[in-house]
């Protein structure tokens, strides 16, 4: 049973357009989301979260919007680069859990020149 | 650089053999965590430690165990392998056992023949 899904395996973008991932859950006891980037040969890379008390949070180029009425969360990279090439995963976290990330399968974004 | 580092980077072995795979997290991060990643699959959770105690379980299976030493470094063994444990494993590292922001290791690619 997926908690934490990313119904979109690929995604492909042409440079400085906006990519959109999106993520959607099932658990409503999660509450804190992250997104994590990975590139081949590499560990995931952590690039930005949301705490479930808010619906919006922005750093740089990357924005993640949380609507907990509809379970769903994305990522908005404007404008993509080539270098944002990769795979990105969501992830989420049990309040008051400890540490552990419950991840999506991730959706391999192509930023094209 | 996340500075967790993994070994072996690759790992080819036969069925019903046995491997440890190591890890060494940041440095001043107590808590580590392992992660599985099977082919077209998100990172599954299978165990934590933090300073050396277990402080969470995931899909674990029985024939794999891991430890935290005094030094921090953790090690993740398998044993009785089957084909359908080849995978990624990757390791990640936090400051305390709560942490939401974890650092990924790059990972160790097993493939059991």
């Known amino acids: 049973d997926q908690q934490v899904k990313q119904n979109s395996p690929s995604l492909s973008v042409q440079e400085g357009r906006i990519s959109i991932l999106n993520c959607d859950y099932t658990?409503?006891?999660?509450?804190?989301f992250l997104w994590y980037k990975k590139y081949p040969a590499e560990g995931p890379t952590f690039l930005i979260s949301?705490?479930?008390?808010?619906d919006k949070n922005e750093d740089g180029r990357f924005t993640v919007f949380l609507n907990k009425s509809a379970k769903h969360l994305s990522l908005h990279i404007v404008p993509s680069q080539p270098g944002d090439s990769a795979v990105y995963f969501c992830a989420a976290k049990i309040g008051g859990s400890q540490g552990n990330l419950i991840f999506g399968k991730g959706t391999k974004l192509s930023v094209k020149p | 650089d996340s500075g967790v580092t993994q070994t072996p980077k690759h790992l080819i072995t036969a069925t019903g053999q046995r491997v440890t795979l190591r890890c060494s997290p940041r440095?001043?991060?107590?808590?580590v965590y392992w992660y599985q990643q099977s082919l077209d699959q998100g990172l599954q959770f299978l165990i934590q430690?933090?300073?050396?105690?277990?402080?969470a379980k995931g899909n674990i299976l029985e024939r794999f165990s891991a430890q935290q030493f005094p030094d921090l470094h953790s090690e993740l063994n398998l044993s009785s392998l089957e084909l359908g444990d080849s995978a990624l494993y990757f390791c990640?590292?936090?400051?305390?056992?709560?942490?939401?922001?974890?650092?990924f290791g790059p990972g160790t690619r097993l493939t059991v023949t």
């Open positions: 949301i705490s479930s008390i808010k």
């Open positions: 440095s001043g991060d107590l808590s």
């Open positions: 658990n409503s006891m999660f509450d804190y």
């Open positions: 990640a590292s936090s400051v305390d056992g709560f942490s939401y922001e974890q650092y």
């Open positions: 430690y933090y300073n050396g105690e277990e402080r």
